[in-house]
């Protein structure tokens, strides 16, 4: 069964600190790969997508890796801000078929000052 | 581009009721997705449209749940007759869905609140 695990479920960190988000996932074979962020309130927004041949892709203070041999996935927010507190969330896509996304339940992050 | 445009934003009815969920997709998007997010289940596909026609309707919950794409711009989502446990966010997301497209990114909307008392 395709499934998407994500750690931890919740997390609290200081303002300007670093923090990593784990992704465990059982798709196979997969398409991409792709971290969203939702904030409270709104719809989840990608923040980055990687094939399977990819290892790592950055945007800004966000770094995600990928390990497709132990399917793995990590996200590294560098110099955390208070607006980084929002739900991020891990979403494979299966080979074939159409646009069929598995979603993770997200890890809940809190910035505090 | 206004994004994915979802109506209304917040929406509280009583158990037994008919609720009208409304989504305006991205402009030139071809595919169109509807779905619930609650704290216990996250995020789950209800349905699919691709080209204005349904996909995948698998994740409907059950009879008292139906959607419609009348044309590409416009998609309804309708809970009749609402229980409490409809009670979540919906979200629409969009996306430009091609067969070599790989990497296309579904966009969402705002989402709606439903609270069926």
């Known amino acids: 069964k395709n499934q998407v695990e994500q750690s931890p479920q919740s997390l609290i960190i200081l303002e300007g600190k670093n923090c990593t988000l784990q992704?465990?996932?059982?798709?196979?074979?997969?398409?991409?790969l792709r971290w969203y962020k939702q904030d409270t309130g709104r719809g989840p927004v990608s923040l980055t997508i990687m094939t399977f041949s990819e290892n790592t892709k950055s945007n800004g203070r966000y770094t995600a890796t990928l390990d497709a041999d132990t399917k793995q996935s990590s996200l590294h927010i560098t110099a955390s801000q208070l607006s980084d507190s929002a739900s991020y969330i891990c979403?494979?896509?299966?080979?074939?078929?159409?646009?069929?996304?598995?979603f993770g339940a997200g890890t809940r992050l809190a910035v505090h000052p | 581009d206004a994004g994915v445009i979802q109506s209304p934003r917040h929406e509280v009815t009583e158990m037994g009721q008919e609720v009208t969920l409304r989504c305006k997709p991205i402009s030139g998007h071809n595919s169109l997705f509807w779905y619930r997010q609650t704290m216990m289940r996250g995020l789950e596909l209800l349905i699919y449209?691709?080209?204005?026609?349904?996909?995948?309707d698998s994740g409907m919950p059950e009879d008292r749940f139906s959607a419609k794409m009348p044309n590409a711009s416009f998609s309804t989502l309708k809970i009749q007759p609402s229980e409490p446990r409809d009670s979540a966010v919906y979200f629409c997301?969009?996306?430009?869905?091609?067969?070599?497209?790989?990497?296309?990114?579904?966009?969402f909307g705002p989402g709606t609140r439903l609270l069926v008392l």
């Open positions: 992704c465990n996932y059982t798709v196979s074979p997969f398409s991409n």
């Open positions: 979403v494979v896509r299966p080979t074939g078929g159409y646009n069929k996304l598995i």
């Open positions: 997301a969009s996306s430009s869905y091609t067969l070599q497209g790989l990497q296309e990114t579904q966009y």
């Open positions: 449209f691709n080209n204005n026609v349904p996909i995948d």
